[in-house]
């Protein structure tokens, strides 16, 4: 079965302070791992995925499977950075949907 | 471009009606699925649509049916209501060819209420 575990409903840091939202997963086979942001008011959009490799806003994401994870990471939380965030997977290639945690509200304090 | 459109924004309806909801995909793109987001869950997958035909389906009942239309504009059908249907509905729009899931341009949401 897929499944896509957040553990924290709620995390708040004080900016500056390094931040790490987890995220565990649950597939047999090689899965694709994404992290989604939606921002108060917008909507649902890309922040990364573990394929490409990237650093978007200063967050980067490492696929661990042997942990089956993929914490999200930033060194130094600034209040933009306050948002809902959502850990998903799909089945790799070709695949058609996507299995979303249940999200977890990142709160930046000044 | 106004990326993905989708109405109406709210709806209240009864239980055991029916309710039809509709999402325009962003310009180019020719598939759409269609998520329910529940109260503090992250979206669940209803189910897909390509070439006016169901591709894929999550674990949701019959009651929850589509139509994709050859403008690749979409609805999303819901029968005979029950109040755990009340969630906020999401549209994602997509081009099949470049694989779904990694061109996902997401809608606003179509919040019911079911009373």
């Known amino acids: 079965a897929q499944r896509v575990t957040q553990p924290e409903k709620l995390l708040s840091v004080f900016k500056g302070a390094p931040v790490e939202l987890k995220c565990n997963y649950s597939?047999?086979?090689?899965?694709?791992l994404f992290w989604y942001v939606q921002y108060s008011r917008q909507r649902l959009q890309l922040l990364l995925r573990?394929?490409s490799r990237e650093s978007i806003k200063g967050f980067t994401a490492d696929l661990n499977k042997g942990e089956t994870s993929f914490h999200l990471k930033k060194p130094f939380a600034q209040e933009e950075d306050s948002a809902m965030y959502y850990c998903?997977?799909?089945?790799?290639?070709?695949?058609?949907?996507?299995?979303f945690g249940q999200g977890t509200r990142l709160t930046i304090n000044p | 471009d106004a990326g993905v459109t989708q109405s109406p924004t709210h709806l209240i309806k009864t239980r055991g009606q029916q309710v039809t909801l509709r999402c325009s995909p962003k310009?180019?793109?020719?598939?759409v699925s269609w998520y329910q987001q529940a109260l503090g869950q992250g979206p669940q997958f209803i189910f897909q649509?390509?070439?006016?035909?169901?591709?894929q389906r999550g674990n949701f009942p019959d009651r929850f049916s589509g139509h994709q239309f050859p403008n690749y504009s979409s609805e999303l059908n819901v029968n005979a209501l029950l109040l755990g249907d009340s969630a906020l509905y999401l549209c994602?729009?997509?081009?099949?060819?470049?694989?779904?899931?990694?061109?996902?341009?997401f809608g606003s949401g179509t919040r019911l209420t079911v009373v």
């Open positions: 649509y390509y070439e006016e035909e169901e591709r």
């Open positions: 573990h394929i």
């Open positions: 597939y047999s086979g090689s899965p694709e």
């Open positions: 998903a997977l799909s089945g790799g290639q070709g695949a058609q949907k996507l299995v």
């Open positions: 310009s180019g793109h020719d598939t």
């Open positions: 994602a729009s997509s081009i099949y060819e470049t694989g779904t899931v990694l061109g996902y341009t």
